[in-house]
């Protein structure tokens, strides 16, 4: 069983930066494209950014802020996130889909870690 657990989410002030983990369990990184998810209260879930299997990442909200990366020694995928906005605030998720070919579409996953909640304060 593939488990994701996310970390690293705080609170920080705008400008700022952040990165999140995502530890996965049960199957390596590089088997999975591995995307990272969020959500603000009342809105729906957008995807930030994704990774496929061969690490070509791609950011679909402001790759000037949002990159990947993965780490195969910890079998970890990191968000870095820079000059945070108070609109970045959400519940961060991380998941992995057993698939070929990057997508940024939130139904084509179907393993999700707990989430790991990022506050901005303006």
């Known amino acids: 069983q593939v488990l994701l657990v996310e970390s690293g989410g705080g609170l920080v002030q705008t400008g700022e930066s952040l990165r999140l983990s995502c530890a996965v369990s049960g199957g390596f990184i590089s088997s999975f494209v591995i995307s990272w998810f969020r959500q603000a209260p009342g809105k729906d879930r957008e995807c930030v950014a994704a990774?496929?299997?061969?690490?070509?990442q791609n950011s679909y909200i402001d790759s000037a802020r949002f990159t990947m990366s993965r780490d195969f020694a910890n079998n970890t995928v990191y968000l870095q996130m820079n000059k945070l906005k108070s609109d970045d605030t959400a519940v961060y998720y991380c998941?992995?889909?057993?698939?070929?070919?990057?997508?940024?579409?939130?139904?084509?996953?179907?393993?999700w870690g707990q989430g790991t909640q990022v506050t901005v304060s303006p």
């Open positions: 990774i496929a299997r061969s690490g070509l």
């Open positions: 998941a992995a889909a057993d698939r070929y070919s990057m997508t940024f579409a939130a139904e084509a996953y179907d393993i």
